[in-house]
């Protein structure tokens, strides 16, 4: 198979789609990009439909050869983006032809970038989704010598996502959260407490969730039966330091949850590093429903320009 020949596979590089879903019962989780935005705009920049299989690439150092003529995009966290040994701007698509290298320095700021290809990345499916999580040990992250499959394409790029658009991936961020039913485990004070501290990210981080540190949020039932979680669940274990799950979070937990953070929130705290500070803000279920209404039209008003 041709396609692109990994030189250098980086620190963790992870084959996505947009998740595994509709699998809880087996206990297999969604998987899928931890920041979806990125995610969708390095498939639009080479014309695939949302679901095409791209590369979430975290920290940096991947390096790649061609074996095939195509159009690439890279997207997500400031790492520098070199072709053939010249410097390429981010959030735009680069023809490249057989022989060509590619390289992914290391991050600036934020966690993951996200590298697509016209047509996508040929990889294997599990329970329909092609999206790796490796405590499930579907697929497994890439290796030197690894062929990363992808067709070739006639496709001339040289679109680019308008720089209004680009988020900026900062070490602060606040995230919106919505109350749960299991709210009543938390008293007024421990309510207060989590939604008017400042918390930081811990080295404790990953595709599973993360793990943050500061005033500590008591439950006034620190253990439970466990049941179903979802994506976004504040979870507070006996220590009252709050965990934030995250795409490849477990399927049942039972720890106690004050509340789910946002779904469009979470790529602000999957592309923070250790250090970075933390907050919450509570909003309504009503508030989130306009919230992720305008983020819909958002997306699909943008338009993307012909890079000069």
């Known amino acids: 198979m041709s396609g692109m020949r990994v030189i250098e596979p980086g620190v963790l590089s992870l084959f996505q789609d947009q998740g595994r879903f509709g699998n809880h019962s087996l206990g297999l989780t969604q998987g899928g990009p931890l920041d979806a935005f990125a995610f969708e705009c390095a498939n639009r920049l080479v014309r695939n439909a949302p679901n095409a299989t791209a590369l979430e690439i975290s920290i940096g150092r991947l390096e790649i050869e061609c074996e095939v003529?195509?159009?690439?995009?890279?997207t997500g966290a400031a790492m520098p983006l070199i072709i053939n040994g010249q410097t390429k701007a981010a959030?735009?698509?680069?023809?490249?032809?057989?022989?060509?290298?590619?390289?992914?320095?290391?991050?600036?700021?934020?966690?993951r970038c996200y590298l697509a290809v016209t047509h996508g990345f040929v990889a294997k499916k599990f329970f329909g989704s092609a999206s790796t999580v490796l405590r499930e040990g579907l697929g497994r992250a890439l290796r030197a010598g690894d062929i990363m499959g992808c067709s070739a394409s006639e496709d001339e790029g040289g679109l680019a996502l308008p720089m209004k658009e680009i988020p900026s991936y900062g070490d602060e961020v606040c995230l919106r959260v919505i109350s749960g039913y299991q709210h009543n485990l938390f008293r007024d004070t421990?309510?207060?407490?989590?939604?008017?501290?400042?918390?930081r990210v811990t080295n404790q981080c990953d595709r599973?969730?993360?793990?943050?540190?500061?005033?500590?949020?008591?439950?006034?039932?620190?253990?439970?039966?466990?049941?179903?979680?979802?994506?976004?669940?504040?979870?507070i274990p006996p220590d009252g330091q709050p965990?934030?799950?995250?795409?490849d979070f477990q399927t049942i937990g039972g720890y106690p949850k004050i509340g789910s953070v946002l779904s469009c929130d979470l790529a602000q705290l999957a592309?923070?590093?250790?250090?970075?500070?933390?907050?919450?803000?509570?909003i309504s279920i009503g508030d989130a429903q306009e919230i992720l209404?305008?983020?819909?039209?958002r997306m699909e008003s943008i338009q993307l320009k012909v890079s000069e």
């Open 69 to 74: 003529e195509t159009t690439l995009a890279v």
């Open 91 to 111: 959030w735009r698509s680069h023809r490249v032809r057989s022989g060509d290298r590619l390289a992914l320095g290391h991050t600036k700021k934020g966690c």
């Open 190 to 199: 421990a309510r207060g407490i989590f939604f008017g501290s400042e918390y």
């Open 208 to 235: 599973m969730g993360c793990r943050l540190e500061g005033s500590s949020v008591e439950s006034t039932c620190p253990n439970l039966l466990s049941e179903g979680v979802s994506l976004g669940a504040i979870q």
């Open 243 to 247: 965990i934030v799950l995250l795409n």
């Open 271 to 282: 592309q923070c590093n250790p250090g970075a500070r933390v907050r919450f803000e509570s």
């Open 293 to 297: 209404r305008k983020v819909k039209a």
